[in-house]
């Protein structure tokens, strides 16, 4: 959704300005139908003298122009509504000519800055504990994660739990999903040992070779470790883009779905359809997108990612993380603002119970301040968009109902 405010003056007469009043306690069934059916979420109207504001929350395809056309053409008492209001109103000095209620420009949102700035303090909608579903240890000198640049300041160094703990308590998150960062069973084992040490890590989400005839013998081993939770192949960094659809590659999935341990579907936009194919081709699997499958935020574009993801809401199996998608937006100049139409979207696809919020700490740090900043952009972004149980699920419920921690 999105605001629209408008301003608008009433005759400077007290007889005038109480008639208009008592008007609006009582306002015609036609017109809330009608305003309702054109895509109006909430309307509200405030007075101070004669000056009035109007601030509306409308679908975010609506347009003014197009759409108010269409609510006096399609609503009984449309016309005869506003030509009545006409008679109390005037219009406000900085109206443009074909204005009548003029559209005011946003000069602040607390909101947008709290994201900024990070460490919101406001508690939760919804207030309960937070899971993260999505970030990252390593110790740069293991030497297995083949995407680090040494000479990235942000990104080369370690990042151990000592280091996010202190946001975490900040952001008031209790537990995490700890994900891999390299193709290698030796960084899955160096995951599962820091589980076992730290308080908040409730699971590991490590990586296995799909393509590989000893994949069941190799599942089954990590299956017997409490903290293996769930795994992923890195398919985003994979030169085939259709790598999930080999043969033996869906043999195993099939496998995994027999067993029911959760996977999960890192892709780019590109591999994202045939991510799709595989789903559609295992019956039963269990399996979370990561990233939302990395739409390209900083260039606003939103098809044909949006038309594919969307073809994953026949598959009750399958949730999305709300994660990653600062790192896919513009680094220097992101808002809120830029993430609203990709949230909304999979919020309508997936529904409140198949998302999961989700850091990607430290890569997000690319593109943000801190956790905290993570954190109230989702918040800034979901707030109008589901209530509080709503909020909960996405926070904590769903994830650990889909990990089982």
């Not at 559209?103 to 993260?132: F, K, S, T």
């Amino acid at each position: 959704m999105k605001d629209l405010a408008l301003a608008l003056d009433l005759k400077d007469d007290p007889q005038t300005i109480a008639e208009y009043d008592r008007y609006h306690r009582d306002v015609w069934p036609e017109i809330l139908r009608g305003m309702a059916a054109v895509g109006v979420r909430s309307q509200r109207i405030w007075r101070v003298g004669n000056r009035l504001f109007m601030l509306l929350q409308v679908d975010d395809d609506f347009d003014w122009d197009r759409d108010f056309a269409r609510y006096m053409r399609e609503t009984d008492r449309a016309r005869e509504w506003d030509d009545l209001m006409r008679t109390f109103q005037s219009k406000v000095p900085a109206a443009g000519p074909d204005d009548w209620w003029a559209p005011m420009d946003l000069v602040y949102d607390m909101n947008e800055q709290l994201a900024r700035h990070g460490d919101d303090p406001r508690p939760i909608p919804g207030a309960g504990p937070i899971l993260d579903s999505h970030h990252h240890f390593w110790r740069a000198a293991r030497g297995d994660y083949h995407w680090m640049d040494p000479d990235n300041p942000i990104l080369a160094r370690d990042y151990m739990p000592d280091d996010l703990a202190p946001s975490l308590r900040h952001a008031g998150v209790s537990r995490t999903i700890l994900v891999q960062a390299a193709q290698t069973e030796a960084e899955t084992d160096f995951l599962l040992d820091i589980a076992a040490e730290c308080d908040f890590v409730s699971g590991v989400c490590g990586w296995l070779d799909m393509d590989d005839d000893a994949f069941p013998d190799r599942l089954a081993h990590y299956r017997k470790n409490p903290w293996f939770v769930s795994f992923r192949p890195m398919l985003q960094d994979l030169e085939e883009d259709d790598w999930i659809l080999k043969p033996r590659v869906l043999k195993n999935l099939a496998h995994v779905a027999e067993t029911g341990v959760p996977f999960e579907i890192l892709t780019l936009p590109r591999q994202l359809p045939h991510a799709v194919e595989a789903v559609r081709s295992t019956p039963g699997l269990k399996a979370v997108v990561n990233h939302l499958s990395k739409p390209f935020i900083k260039a606003g574009e939103m098809e044909p990612w949006a038309s594919e993801i969307a073809v994953l809401r026949h598959y009750p199996d399958i949730y999305c993380k709300l994660s990653g998608m600062v790192t896919e937006a513009d680094h220097a100049a992101w808002s809120p603002d830029d993430l609203r139409p990709y949230v909304a979207h999979v919020l309508d696809v997936f529904g409140p119970d198949r998302v999961m919020f989700g850091s990607d700490w430290p890569v997000a740090l690319l593109a943000a301040q801190g956790y905290g900043e993570i954190v109230n952009a989702l918040r800034s972004v979901i707030g109008p968009l589901l209530d509080a149980d709503e909020h909960r699920k996405l926070f904590h419920d769903n994830a650990a109902r889909f990990y089982g921690v």
